[in-house]
């Protein structure tokens, strides 16, 4: 009985293996990122706000946050005020090698919406519209939570990546930020 029990044991955990072997998606502990930490930055181009056309060839030789997020998300919201008062306007007076790029997944008929969000929040770091979530996919799944921060080094290779937000991520962020433009 205790063997027929072991070799089931063993038949499933087999099986487990087999099945996310065929996973095309790497996997992080929540299973979104399709992205892993010392991957190169994918590459992608992008539209901002401003009607700038860029591509991520331009944050090359940057420290780079990437950061996703929607105005219906309370997180994200939270996020993008924290980002921008304790990491952006601290470190960009200190170092011209930081980069944050914000992509928002509001839909197209909710860009006046998003607009009044960032001119209220006081964010002054640039946004784009990624609203077919192109740029998104690029770095999770199609269903992941839309609230994602991924810290690329001046190499172009992925450092940090976070799928939440809150004090000790925000913590986590900042010490990244500060060891990656120390090392300059």
Partial sequence: MRWYIITLIFSALMSYAEIQAQNPYRRD????????????????????????????????????????????????????????????????????????LGFTEDFPQDTAQFRVLIKEKGISYPFCFDTDERVFKLFATPKASVTRLIIINEEGKIVSMEDEFYRKTLKRTRKTIKQLLKKR
């Fill in 29 to 100: 502990n929540d299973g979104h990122f399709i992205v892993g930490i010392g991957d190169d930055m994918p590459s992608f181009s992008y539209i901002t706000l401003e009607g700038d056309t860029l591509d991520s060839d331009f944050l090359r030789g940057q420290v780079c946050i990437i950061q996703f997020v929607a105005s219906w998300c309370p997180y994200g919201k939270g996020q993008m005020k924290a980002i921008e008062d304790l990491i952006w306007r601290k470190f960009s007076k200190k170092s011209d090698k930081l980069s944050i």
